[in-house]
């Protein structure tokens, strides 16, 4: 498995702001849904957002208007924008790239009130 590298989360207050990183560690191939998940003990693991082929994306309800999923499927990267952030979107975040279902290692987004 090609491991994905993920950047960017932390420690915010409520309202500000965070932007999540994530890209292969080398060139994957025939890469077309990108996407971000997110788990807190103890729930399974949830999608955030996902972006396919043409520039289609789809969010969580819990999130539409605050995050913004963008991607390159040739470059192998993907980022989350998110804004407005409150302290139930405190969750480990991982990044997703299939076909091939690779994962990233996660990283650790905790929102203050």
């Known amino acids: 498995q090609v491991p994905l590298v993920e950047s960017g989360g932390g420690l915010v207050q409520a309202g500000e702001s965070l932007r999540l990183s994530c890209a292969a560690s080398?060139?994957?191939?025939?890469?077309?849904?990108l996407g971000w998940f997110r788990q807190v003990p103890g729930k399974p693991r949830e999608m955030v957002a996902i972006?396919?082929?043409?520039?289609?994306?789809n969010y969580a309800d819990s999130v539409k208007g605050r995050f913004t999923i963008s991607g390159d499927s040739g470059k192998n990267t993907v980022s989350l924008q998110m804004n407005n952030l409150k302290p139930e979107d405190t969750a480990v975040y991982y990044c997703?790239?299939?076909?091939?279902?690779?994962w990233g290692q996660g990283t650790q987004v905790t929102v203050s009130s």
């Open positions: 997703m790239m299939a076909p091939g279902n690779y």
């Open positions: 080398r060139t994957i191939s025939s890469i077309s849904i």
């Open positions: 972006i396919r082929g043409g520039g289609i994306t």
